[in-house]
């Protein structure tokens, strides 16, 4: 991809990020081309319908968390490693919940991004966990997908408060520690 | 209501509440009447659809939550009276998983349930939770809304595990202890 290209596309991801997150249903694909300065040509050339964008940044996102895990890893203790990916993980998923019917209609069309997405989550979050478990850092009986459920839950709740996340997170932690 | 209709409206809300539970789509009206041993024309006198059925347990499982908590101050120290009401509103949110659909299409029909399930919930959870605040035996910083959105968040989530139930309310009982 080219330079100019790739700056193109890391705007419209960052401006439909935004506007996915406080108000999709003003995120029409005019209005993300025109705040992100990209001509609407360019945009529907790259991403033919606002599915297909929400399901390239969604990958994207995907990709992002399991990073996260693999520095946390190198950089970080064993439970903080824990503690930072799922406010990663919480954050990742808050950005999901206002599009999260469309998300569906991406993974009716595409079967396999559901799969693919789960497991990447479960990887990402059984590698922090497992660190964890080696230095007793975790409960023991507490699995990956007990992880997903706990904070993926409370983040998707309809009658969620996201003001409450970082505190909702710290109950759950203080649960997890042994 | 004389005594052998309060017994087969019983008898019809064990029923429903099983096949709603197991197999929701199998739950017909028919069904229902006939494992209830109750006559069709009875039932469809008592509740017209299906959705009059399901908002009549509704209402009583509601109350029947409210009913524990004064129950479970009575007869519980502090604490176990907000961990035995909050698996009981486990149990009750997890009766409702499988027909989530048709609740909201109760709201939607009656405004005014949603609003007052909100209210029947909250106020029986800010009980216990209040009695336990003041012996000093759950988290200070822990809110009514907190503890519906915590345990509510992960037995809705999407790829909730049943069987994980009492392990996972173990978690969040363990964060919220002081």
Redesign the interface.
């Known amino acids: 991809m080219r330079a100019d290209a790739r700056r193109n596309r890391e705007r419209v991801f960052q401006v439909a990020r935004e506007m996915f997150s406080e108000d999709p249903h003003s995120a029409g694909m005019d209005e993300i081309a025109r705040r992100a300065g990209v001509g609407i040509g360019t945009l529907y050339r790259n991403f033919p319908s606002r599915i297909d964008l929400i399901e390239a940044i969604y990958r994207e996102d995907l990709a992002a968390l399991a990073t996260l895990a693999d520095r946390l890893i190198e950089t970080r203790n064993p439970w903080d490693a824990l503690a930072e990916w799922l406010l990663g993980f919480a954050r990742f998923t808050e950005s999901k919940r206002a599009i999260l019917g469309e998300l569906g209609q991406a993974f009716e069309a595409n079967p396999d991004l559901a799969a693919q997405a789960?497991h990447q989550i479960d990887s990402a979050a059984l590698k922090v966990l497992t660190r964890a478990h080696a230095a007793g850092a975790v409960?023991p009986?507490?699995t990956a997908?007990?992880l997903?459920?706990?904070v993926?839950?409370?983040?998707?709740?309809?009658?969620?408060?996201p003001e409450?996340t970082d505190?909702?997170l710290?109950?759950?932690?203080?649960?997890?520690r042994t």
């Open positions: 789960r409960r009986d507490v997908p007990d997903i459920q706990l993926g839950g409370f983040v998707l709740f309809i009658a969620a408060d409450r505190h909702l710290g109950v759950v932690l203080d649960g997890l």
